[in-house]
């Protein structure tokens, strides 16, 4: 632990801990983040009101409201639990990037969370072509994001 010593060093002891339930977190809510916009691929694809178009209503609000907004209340929990255990070099930028991609991350998960109500009213807001791209986003952030809390390239 090279950090300032902490305004909660009182946490140090808990940092490995602490971490693996961040990595967790983090699985979870990446999970979600990658599989809901598949949903929403072949959602887009079915009739509004038929039982297919009902079955995936029930499977996006699920794997919403009960794994991601949980597990993503849980990343940012445990990070800025680890953020203030006294490891962190406030002055070394890999932290700093690393929450742009994060917030970026979490602006994503709201736009899907609106989506999936807008599928819940069966309206359409987009085509399965659009899904199948956005489904490319969380997967390119959560690259930048491990490489730059794993290898702190700055
Ligand atoms: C939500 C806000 C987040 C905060 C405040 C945060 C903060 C942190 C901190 C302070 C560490 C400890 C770094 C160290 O041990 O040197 C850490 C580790 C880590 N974080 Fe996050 N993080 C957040 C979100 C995420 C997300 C979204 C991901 C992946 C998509 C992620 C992936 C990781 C990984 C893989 C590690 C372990 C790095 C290592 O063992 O070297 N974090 N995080």
Known sequence: MSGDGGAMSWLAPYYPWLKTLHILSVIAWMAGMLYLPRLFVYHAGSEAGSPTSETFKTMERRLYRAIMVPAMLAT????????????????????YAKLLLVAAMTWLHTVFGRWQRAF????????????RAINEVPTLLLIGIVILAVVKPF
């Open 120 to 131: 819940a009213a069966d309206t359409r807001p987009h085509g399965a072509g659009f899904y």
């Open 76 to 95: 940012w929990l445990f990070g800025i639990g680890l953020a203030f255990t006294g490891i962190v070099v406030w002055t070394a930028f890999w932290l």
